[in-house]
């Protein structure tokens, strides 16, 4: 982030790479200043595809994915060989559930990019979103290919090989995502979850309070520890967790495994049914 900043403060009037550092705002979910820069951007340049591409993720961050895909459509009308603009309708259309139109999205932007590593995990997405764990692994693996030291793309493919039942191999690849990046809250959860998933819960405890406290507010964090703490036994303790999890869930979620939970913490561990 420094970079980008440093970069606009030697030249306002520059275009190059906004594109880039309006996506990295929307994963850092900073609304006021990708609005900031997406209205600077087309102010300066309005036939720069890097300044729909910002406006479009300011949009994308809004949840107006609509427009969003209008304007990195626009984008692409200015620019067709435009990867990263391709990746970036994958995501919208994928946002919109139009799985097949992603898919289109990605693949020409490899056409144009085969070493684009945004759209191989991009379709890896996609594939997971269909329960394809394979063909999900098969496309992280090309994008870690690209980007080896991505803690993002090694936690996602762990994911994938715990989806597919290979709990152990799942687990190497987690460790190493959390060790390129200690902080990564998705690595620790899935981590933790694997643990118990092989019947490790002490170790699965110790990751799950050191990711409380990294992260307080998160439901699915204290969902899982009720689910540990009611495989060791301790009863009070879980339902402690399940209920921090139902008031910190948010209101269109959907609580009722948190609630199917509460109601089976002192049932025998045999009839707990499927996981949270």
């Known amino acids: 982030m420094g ?14 790479n906004l ?12 609304p006021v200043e990708l609005s900031t820069l997406a209205r600077e951007a087309l102010a300066v340049d309005r036939h720069a ?6 406006a479009g993720n300011c ?11 209008g304007y990195f459509r626009r984008a692409l009308q200015l620019d067709p060989r435009s990867a990263y603009a391709h990746t970036l309708c994958g995501h919208e259309l994928g946002a919109q559930e139009d799985l097949e139109g992603a898919l289109r999205s ?11 590593h945004n ?10 979103r269909q329960e394809k764990w394979d063909l999900a692994e098969y496309h992280l693996q090309r994008a870690m290919q690209v980007h080896p030291t991505s803690a ?62 990294l992260a307080p507010r998160e439901a699915p964090v204290h969902a899982l520890l009720g689910r540990v703490y009611r495989q060791l036994g301790h009863a009070d303790r879980a339902l402690r967790s399940l209920a921090a999890a139902l008031a910190l ?28």
């Open 119 to 128: 759209a191989w995990y991009g379709m890896s997405q996609v594939f997971a």
């Open 49 to 54: 595809p890097e300044a729909w591409c910002a």
């Open 19 to 30: 594109d880039h550092y309006s996506t990295a705002l929307w994963y850092l979910q900073r």
């Open 152 to 213: 993002v793309l090694k936690c996602h493919c762990a994911i994938a090989m715990a989806r597919s039942g290979r709990l152990h191999q799942a687990l190497a690849v987690v460790q190493e995502a959390i060790r390129l990046d200690p902080g990564n809250p998705l690595a620790r959860y899935e981590r933790a979850s694997m643990l118990l998933d092989m019947s490790r819960p002490k170790e699965a405890l110790e990751e799950l309070l050191a990711l409380r406290d």
């Open 59 to 69: 949009l994308s961050l809004r949840r107006d994915h609509g427009r969003a895909l």
């Open 249 to 276: 869930s948010p209101p269109d979620a959907d609580a009722s495994g948190v609630k199917a939970a509460l109601e089976r913490v002192h049932q025998p561990e045999d009839t707990q049914g499927d996981e949270l």
């Open 106 to 116: 990605y693949r020409s932007a490899l056409a144009l990019q085969p070493r684009h």
């Open 3 to 16: 970079a980008f900043r440093r970069m606009r403060e030697a030249d306002r009037f520059a275009t190059g």
